[in-house]
């Protein structure tokens, strides 16, 4: 089994050393936000209930493998993109884990989402003027977010 996590497109000789496939942590939900960036892309689309996690089985396409696990996670008003992406990861941590050991018992089963609507997106490159209109758009989408409650952290926590 090949784990990998954070990576570039794999090329298919990759495949070859991994018999029993390779997984990777997506912090996006496939197949609506394949590819780069996809916390970026769910933010900017409006789409905040669709900002999560895939552990997927990783196939020729970019992010097109069958899925393992998925969640969302939620999206405060006062959160910045760097606690979005840490929440993810830490969701996602605990599904990568459950999903090799799911593996490794034999037990793993994918998820199919055939009705959902598949896109991949470029990674990003911000100047000046799409950085602030992403900021503009951000804060309108912020607007209609719940706050973060009790015990619910928007922001990162440090490790103790």
């Avoid at 960036?37 to 900017?44: A, G, Q, R, V």
Wanted: charged content about 20%.
């Amino acid at each position: 089994m090949l784990a990998v996590c954070g990576t570039s497109v794999l090329k298919p000789e990759v495949f070859t050393v991994a018999p029993r496939g390779a997984i990777n942590i997506h912090t996006g939900i496939t197949p609506e936000y394949r590819s780069a960036d996809p916390i970026f892309w769910t933010l900017y689309q409006g789409e905040p209930e669709k900002v999560g996690v895939t552990i997927h089985f990783i196939d020729r396409g970019i992010d097109t493998g069958p899925i393992i696990h998925q969640q969302t996670v939620p999206v405060y008003a006062e959160d910045s993109l760097a606690a979005i992406y840490a929440r993810c990861i830490r969701r996602g941590a605990d599904l990568y884990s459950r999903a090799l050991r799911d593996i490794e018992s034999g037990s793993v089963r994918t998820v199919a989402r055939p009705d959902a609507q598949s896109r991949a997106f470029r990674s990003i490159d911000m100047g000046l003027v799409q950085y602030l209109v992403f900021r503009w758009r951000f804060r309108r989408l912020a607007a209609r977010l719940p706050h973060a409650g009790a015990g619910e952290s928007a922001t990162l926590e440090t490790p103790r």
